[in-house]
C-alpha cells in the first residue's frame, strides 16, 4: 500500500473484463494504433489526484476507464448539496468525505482491474517521508485554495 495516513481505507478494485466476458478484441482496441500507447504500462502505473471534487473526478473517471494501474485520491473536504449536479456522487453520499466516496463511485466505472484509494485528509498534510515519490503521476485536480 502507498499511503502513510492516520486513518486507512478500503481499497477498492473495479472490474476486470478480461475475466469476466469473452470478446474478440480486447476494451482498449481502438488505443493500439496510437504511437507509444501501451495498456500493460497504464495498468501498471500509480497515481495521485489531489482534489475528489469535479475536476478531480472527472480525471479519475478517465484513469479508470484507461485502466490505470493504481490510482489515490486526496481530498479533505465532504459532499454537499451543490456537488450533486455536477460530481460523481449522490445523495446517500451526503456530509462524507469525497474522496472515500468518490472511489466507491469510481470503481463501478471501470473494466480492467484499476485499484481506488480514498484518503480523507489534505493533501499538505502528507508532504512527508517522501511520499509523493511513491507515484509515476500526481495530478492536481483542486478548483479552489
Not at 488505443?31 to 475536476?55: C, D, M, R, T, Y
Not at 463501478?108 to 489534505?122: E, I, Q, R, V, W
Request: proline share 3%.
Amino acid at each position: 500500500m502507498f499511503l502513510n495516513w492516520k486513518s486507512p481505507h478500503k481499497i477498492y478494485k473495479c472490474v476486470s473484463i478480461r475475466s469476466t466476458y469473452c470478446y474478440d478484441a480486447p476494451v482498449w482496441d481502438r488505443h493500439i494504433p496510437i504511437p507509444g500507447f501501451s495498456q500493460e504500462a497504464l495498468s501498471q502505473a500509480k497515481i495521485l489526484v489531489v482534489g475528489a471534487g469535479g475536476i478531480g473526478g472527472e480525471i479519475g473517471e478517465g484513469l479508470v476507464r484507461k485502466g490505470v494501474g493504481f490510482c489515490q485520491f486526496v481530498d479533505g473536504d465532504h459532499v454537499e448539496v451543490s456537488n450533486l449536479n455536477r460530481q460523481f456522487f449522490y445523495k446517500k453520499d451526503l456530509g462524507k468525505n469525497k474522496a472515500v466516496v468518490l472511489v466507491r463511485n469510481l470503481s463501478k466505472m471501470g473494466f480492467l482491474g484499476s485499484k481506488l484509494l480514498g484518503t480523507a485528509d489534505y493533501f499538505e498534510n502528507s508532504l512527508n517521508n517522501n511520499y509523493i515519490q511513491q507515484f509515476d503521476l500526481a495530478v492536481c485536480g483542486v478548483d479552489n485554495n
